[in-house]
């Protein structure tokens, strides 16, 4: 069966020669269709690297990456990325930066009226359709981010760090929201993130990525009930996923 994702021998190398940097690999990954895998490692291991050339944002130095069986070769757009600042373009007000990302790919925005309006009330913005992202909170504008990154039912969504700079009750606010909305799809999803707890919380599995040059040094099987609540968080086995990886970590002498 063809793979939601498959990553190959993919390498990075930044720079030539003297000044070549090793960003990432070799390193290889297959995600099923489906699941919700996160990248997690230290600042500079390479995970962000890894997210933009599966976007085909930027080129592998060497390896292969396929997206459902087509081997990524340029930028792609039938797939929903989500970075760390939110997208939205301070001109348009919330439905209409949703609605922009319509416009980018030629499809009818009147074909969406629906989706626009169950992702706004998923995400508890409904109230703020016509208001400038200006007008939001760190938290809000994030949520509005996740419809934009949804709008057009990608099957696979990729997210770079996307609650990194909120507050942690914020924070733990839209985490629900983004389990609930991929319990709602069921996308591919691959998360960046520095977190362990965020990753344990979420994740089908989590891939632990080494100091750089990053490598693939454990990938866990999260053997959680969904959806995983606050009892969730504060249980038994809870803590043992973030201790193991915690101690790969002290390993490497990054915590």
């Known amino acids: 069966m063809t793979a939601a994702v498959d990553i190959q021998s993919v390498t990075k190398v930044f720079n030539e020669g003297a000044a070549a ?99 706004l009330q998923q995400v508890n913005l409904e109230d703020f359709a016509a208001s400038a992202p200006y007008e939001l909170s760190g938290g809000m504008r994030q949520r509005a981010a996740f419809c934009q990154a949804l709008v057009h039912d990608p099957d696979t969504l990729l ?17 629900r929201d983004l389990q609930n909305l991929w319990l709602d799809k069921k996308q591919t999803v691959l998360l960046v993130t520095h977190s362990i707890e965020e990753a344990v919380q979420l994740s089908n599995r989590v891939v632990v990525i080494s100091p750089r040059p990053g490598r693939i040094e454990k990938i866990l099987e999260i053997d959680l009930p969904w959806p995983r609540d606050l009892a969730t968080k504060n249980s038994s086995r809870f803590s043992e996923y973030v201790m193991e990886i915690q101690l790969i970590f002290q390993r490497y002498g990054v915590i």
């Open 159 to 175: 997210l770079d760090e996307p609650l990194g700079k909120l507050d942690a009750m914020t924070r733990e606010s839209i985490r």
């Open 21 to 119: 940097v090793a960003a990432f690999g070799p390193g290889d990954l297959r995600v099923e269709a489906g699941e919700f895998v996160s990248l997690l490692g230290p600042s500079g291991c390479g995970k962000s690297t890894l997210l933009l050339m599966v976007a085909g944002l930027l080129e592998s130095s060497s390896g292969a990456i396929t997206v459902k069986g087509r081997r990524v070769s340029g930028p792609r757009t039938d797939i929903g990325i989500m970075f760390q600042d939110s997208t939205l373009v301070p001109w348009r007000t919330v439905r209409g930066n949703i609605e922009l990302q319509l416009e980018l790919r030629n499809l009818d925005v009147r074909g969406y009226e629906d989706r626009i309006r169950s992702l």
